[in-house]
């Protein structure tokens, strides 16, 4: 099992800048997939971003594609997403959540941490 817990939430102006961080308990980070995903006041939670255990395989959702970015590091078992040029649009909680390396990337994910907030404001 693993716990999860984001950082990098805030309250930035549009068209700036944040950057999450997502921190891995445990020695087996790198054998999980590992996504973010957001829930906006009133709406469903949504797929933002994916990335596979080795880093070479991401996924993102078009509201996102050219202005988040995912990467992780699997030596300080942390994931991240950088994200830019944000939009009001983008305000939600975001989630990090982690899957086993055996399954899909994409779909629904076992592990989950407990959000950090992202307000953009217009």
């Known amino acids: 099992q693993v716990q999860l817990v984001e950082s990098g939430g805030g309250l930035v102006q549009a068209g700036g800048s944040l950057r999450l961080s997502c921190a891995a308990s445990?020695?087996?980070?790198?054998?999980?997939?590992m996504g973010w995903f957001r829930q906006a006041p009133g709406k469903e939670r949504e797929f933002v971003a994916a990335?596979?255990?080795?880093?070479?395989?991401?996924y993102y959702a078009d509201s996102v594609k050219g202005r988040f970015t995912i990467s992780r590091d699997n030596a300080k078992n942390t994931v991240y997403m950088q994200m830019n040029s944000l939009k009001h649009e983008d305000t939600a909680v975001y989630y990090c959540?982690?899957?086993?390396?055996?399954?899909?990337?994409?779909?629904?994910?076992?592990?989950w941490g407990q959000g950090t907030q992202v307000t953009v404001s217009s």
């Open positions: 990335i596979d255990w080795s880093g070479g395989i991401t």
């Open positions: 959540a982690a899957k086993r390396s055996g399954r899909a990337l994409l779909g629904e994910y076992d592990y």
């Open positions: 445990g020695r087996t980070f790198s054998s999980y997939h």
